[in-house]
């Protein structure tokens, strides 16, 4: 009869695509339409009904929906009906819709649609895009379209039921990042993830580098994170503190043998060994005012147990192994504000754990073990006009102390015989002083008001502090 156009008494407009309908039918297979008829508006009597948002193609399908009651769905036109359905009345159809959608979800989907079914009240699509969104959130780490849809309800669902695991992080990064009003979201939100449960690595590499975290709450959490990580774990790792109470941690903490030492700005960390006994060349700068780890360019080779010093805005690296007896003499130095490697003159023996100290702008490279059992008493002195080592005097006997300047002469503190003496650059000589109560071999010793304070070493955690002016301990 439509088709015929037999007794057809209205026409429906989906843009500019007319059908002439009967209105007996319509009102017998859709309430909205019923209730259109049958209410006095002016639509009763149109001879025309213009069907507002609703497409050629749907209102096609629509219309022959509504004689038939058969329809097509795809993936094309699903929201669309979806949509059509609800705004008529059309439970069943509404219904079959839903039921499509549901067997659609996907990860590229299944935020957009799970606002769909919130939109149009759809509550089985509802639990299974619920569902497929908490069993497949990682891929949403790659669906930027997706995250940039998804509420901060959802949001907070996924990181409190995955708060665990280090791709919450990164997902509640992209999340605050898809929009410039997000971003004052993201220190409430953190509270949601377990920071206590991630790697030592992830949150030193990833999240302190994160700029939303430079801040002094962002730094608090990181620092009571990382104190439960080390508690935990129990792992060696480089620490630094500040009376405070603030601490920093290297990035990188599976690594040992690697050499530390004071810079303009903070401290250097280069080189070491990893747990596959694998030799690093990487290079990483601590600057304490800005609290940030920075990448330094990698040295020439990978090395251990080598020695480092940095002076105004050279850091130089001396000796060390490549790998188990494979003793390295070479010494490599970079320019802090150029970045540039260069490469010093050979030592003349190949060393490692040497004691390196500027004194008066000079640097002395002094005794390092040069085989694994044989501990070296030489002192090398860079003459940097000439550019080659001088041999200087020698140290009255073999130890494993921490060298240190101070008033302008170099002290030797510490090792297994408790030594303690003193050089002078000056006259090329030493002289004994009053030896330390403890050992302190492979300790750790700095200048602090005046005095020279040593720090533990193997197998002891005394501390001892020695007055130069006073020689005593």
């Given amino acids: 009869m439509r088709h015929s156009d037999e007794m057809v008494d209205v026409v429906l407009v989906f843009e500019e695509t007319r059908v002439k309908c009967h209105r007996l039918v319509l009102a017998a297979s859709c309430d909205y339409f019923r209730r259109m008829f049958q209410a006095d508006m002016q639509e009763r009597d149109a001879g025309e009904i213009p069907m507002k948002d609703v497409s050629s193609n749907t209102g096609l399908l629509l219309v022959e929906y509504l004689y038939s009651g058969n329809i097509q769905i795809s993936t094309e036109n699903a929201q669309e009906l979806l949509a059509v359905s609800d705004r008529l009345l059309l439970t069943k159809l509404k219904k079959c819709t839903e039921e499509f959608l549901c067997e659609q979800v996907a990860s590229t989907n299944c935020v957009s649609l799970k606002n769909l079914a919130r939109l149009y009240g759809l509550e089985t699509l509802i639990e299974v895009t619920h569902s497929y969104l908490n069993d497949h959130w990682k891929k949403l780490n790659d669906m930027e379209s997706e995250i940039d849809q998804l509420t901060e309800d959802d949001l907070i669902a996924l990181l409190t039921t ?81 009376f405070k109470g603030n601490i920093w941690f290297f990035p990188f903490t599976k690594c040992k043998f690697y050499s530390v030492t004071s810079s303009s700005d903070g401290f250097i960390v ?158 090329d000589m030493w002289i004994q002083l009053q030896r330390p109560l403890f050992k302190h071999a492979g300790a750790s010793a700095v200048v602090w008001k005046d005095k020279i304070i040593v720090c533990g070493g193997n197998r002891t955690d005394s501390i001892e502090e020695y007055d130069p002016q006073s020689d005593k301990w």
């Fill in 162 to 242: 995955h708060g665990s695991d280090e791709d919450s992080f990164l997902l509640l990064q992209k999340w605050v990042r898809s929009s410039q009003e997000r971003t004052g979201r993201f220190m409430d939100l953190l509270q949601n993830l377990e920071l206590t449960l991630f790697s030592q690595e992830f949150v030193c590499r990833t999240i302190m580098s994160d700029e939303l975290m430079q801040n002094p709450k962002g730094m608090k959490i990181i620092q009571e994170a990382m104190e439960s990580l080390v508690i935990a774990n129990r792992k060696e790792s480089l620490v630094v503190g500040d």
């Fill in 270 to 427: 280069s080189g070491g060994r990893n747990a596959n006994n694998a030799t690093r060349r990487e290079c990483y700068a601590y600057v304490a005012h800005t609290r940030q780890w920075r990448t330094l360019p990698p040295m020439s080779v990978g090395r251990y147990g080598h020695a480092s010093i940095c002076d105004q805005d050279e850091f130089v690296v001396v000796g060390g192994c490549k790998g188990l007896d494979d003793f390295l003499n070479s010494v490599e130095c970079i320019n802090l504000k150029t970045l540039k490697w260069s490469q010093l003159p050979n030592l003349p023996l190949a060393q490692m754990i040497s004691n390196v100290v500027y004194v008066q702008s000079q640097l002395f490279v002094i005794g390092g073990f040069t085989s694994s059992t044989t501990v070296s008493r030489d002192v090398h002195l860079f003459d940097s006009t000439e550019r080659e080592w001088q041999l200087r005097s020698p140290m009255p006997e073999e130890n494993e102390g921490h060298a240190v300047p101070f008033d302008s002469k170099i002290f030797i503190l510490g090792g297994k015989s408790k030594c303690c003496m003193q050089y002078d650059p000056c006259t």
